[in-house]
């Protein structure tokens, strides 16, 4: 398996790397069983997310795509946020071996996490079919079989 | 930046002596050994004494010896010979245990689909087969039983001459996958009673693609290759001349010094082991302690994921390798790992390093330096261990899934 400069690049000196402790949503999606578990904290003022941290464990791709999709999102709009694809993250980082699209996946659904965490908190409604992440990117139940 | 290779396990660096050996044979001796011109007849007296030089090593007859491709074929061949034959006498069941190498599993896993029965029989937690356990697994229909003598993750040396002797005396024919264990430790299929045997050159600094499989006199071993008389009609095609004469010359010098590597390299395995189980908390060693290879450490480290330590470790120049789903393709860790009865999270986060003879102290001191560092690094940026910090995740405790 070869990773590309990018992902090397977001996986040796991964930005964004820690905790907010008055975060305004929180995130936290994936399971240790299957060895990735990507948990964002997000900072948000007047509908824009300010801040942004992760913790991650997992493979390098999965700590390398956690730091792509907070910068990614990092002093944008929550609506936009909210956009953000795993597509969007592969191609930042450009490329992913097929086996690690996984990891991009539970990016995209960890900053959804966090956004519908923060929505909860502050009693916003929304569409909850926007949100259609149960926690997991389905690959485990692949392992399960 | 200098690179310290300890993933022995894998592949070792070639001898000196050995790419000679090969370098002449190609340079010089190219003659075909079924040609009857004297260059020919030199080739053949070469590969001859080559399988003189293995037999006697192993403890064997040199027209026991079978050169294959490598140790996979030499474990498809047994196998699947054995499990032929025995099905002629009526036996379908065979015997093995859960931690074999993918080259045993899958062939016993084809053979179910086509009718056999598997009895795989369990490792415990310190990666050691019991052999009260292969004695009850013995039926009436057993065809055959096939247990590796080292395993290849956790270096765990399993009671082959007991369970040889089990097996003879019950009319079974045994076989033992030991790549991991020739030219390492020392093996002889006369006294352990060991009916067939697979081993492979690259494992004990020897040229990679070839191996080869004993089978003991009397067993019946199918073809594998239909051609010419090459390897007493059972393997057809000219002989790997070069290959064949690199291994005689990497068993043998593996085996010259096999007490001598094998204290030296034990006494750096056993400094690097105490070393990072005292300096990283919640860190262990799988697999026995003591009855392990020589050069073989298998650490898990709770909290983090195979993959980035390997390449963390990679960045600083140590070549390693993991059992970690990551680093196989698949989502689940290590089925070695498992049959210890590791949890999958805890599985995730295994390291494998493998010493040879060429590694040195001042390598391992390096190892022990680094790999806290790094191993802290990702734990300072994992939610698991931030869980396991605060206390509301005891992975100790963790239902074996």
Not at chain 1, 49 to 69: E, H, L, P, Q, R
Not at chain 2, 116 to 145: H, P, Q, S
Not at chain 2, 188 to 204: P, Q
């Amino acid at each position: 398996m070869l990773y590309s400069k990018e992902v090397m690049d977001h996986f040796t000196n991964p930005r964004n790397v820690g905790k907010l402790e008055d975060a305004d949503g929180v995130g936290e999606v994936g399971n240790a069983k299957c060895g990735d578990i990507m948990k964002i904290y997000i900072k948000v003022d007047n509908e824009i997310i300010s801040d942004v941290k992760f913790n991650t464990f997992g493979c390098a791709s999965a700590i390398a795509t956690s730091s792509m999709a907070t910068e990614m999102i990092k002093g944008k709009p929550i609506e936009e946020a909210l956009k953000l694809t795993n597509k969007a993250v592969v191609e930042a980082l450009n490329g992913l071996p097929p086996a690690k699209i996984h990891c991009s996946v539970l990016a995209e659904e960890a900053v959804k996490a966090a956004v519908a965490n923060y929505y909860s908190k502050n009693s916003i409604e929304y569409d909850k079919e926007l949100f259609g992440c149960d926690g997991c990117c389905g690959s485990c139940k692949i392992a399960g079989e | 930046m200098k690179l310290i290779y300890v993933d022995n396990a894998a592949t070792t660096a070639m001898s000196g002596a050995v790419i000679g050996a090969m370098e002449k044979s190609m340079r010089e001796d190219y003659g075909n050994p079924s040609s009857l011109h004297s260059m020919g007849q030199r080739s053949a007296e070469r590969v001859r004494a080559a399988r003189e030089t293995i037999a006697k090593r192993l403890g064997c007859r040199s027209n026991e010896i079978y050169f294959t491709s490598g140790g996979t074929e030499a474990d498809n061949w047994a196998i699947r010979s054995c499990a032929k034959n025995g099905e002629k006498r009526g036996k379908r069941h065979i015997i093995s245990t859960k931690f074999e190498h993918h080259a045993v599993l899958h062939t016993l896993q084809a053979l179910e689909k086509e009718g056999f029965e598997v009895t795989y029989i369990d490792v415990n937690e310190n990666g050691i087969v019991k052999v009260g356990d292969v004695e009850k697994a013995i039926r009436g229909d057993t065809a055959f039983v096939t247990i590796m003598y080292a395993n290849n993750e956790i270096g765990t040396i399993q009671p082959i001459a007991e369970i040889g002797r089990l097996c003879r005396e019950n009319g079974v024919v045994f076989h033992t996958d030991a790549v991991q264990a020739v030219g390492h430790i020392d093996i002889n299929v006369e006294k352990e009673n060991i009916d067939m045997l697979s081993f492979s050159s690259h494992k004990f600094h020897g040229p990679k693609g070839i191996g080869g499989l004993y089978c003991r006199k009397g067993i019946i071993l199918n073809n594998m290759i239909f051609g010419g008389a090459q390897e007493r009609n059972k393997r057809a095609g000219t002989e790997n001349v070069p290959q064949i004469i690199g291994t005689a010359a990497a068993l043998d010098e593996a085996c010259s010094g096999l007490e001598k590597n094998a204290a030296y390299v034990t006494a750096l395995r056993d400094r690097l082991i105490d070393s990072i189980l005292s300096s990283v908390p919640r860190s262990r060693l799988n697999g026995d302690r003591e009855n392990r290879l020589p050069g073989n450490i298998s650490f898990c480290f709770e909290g983090i994921e195979g993959e980035s330590l390997l390449l963390m470790l990679d960045l600083k120049g140590i070549c390693a390798s993991s059992g970690s789903a990551c680093t196989s393709g698949s989502l689940d860790p290590s089925h070695v790992l498992l049959a210890l009865g590791l949890p999958h999270e805890i599985a995730h986060g295994s390291l494998r390093i493998s010493l040879s003879e060429n590694n040195t102290s001042q390598e391992v001191d390096f190892i022990a330096e680094i790999l806290p560092q790094i191993v802290s690094k990702l734990r300072e940026m994992s939610p698991v261990w931030e869980k396991i910090q605060i206390g509301e995740k005891e992975v100790n405790t963790y239902a074996i899934q």
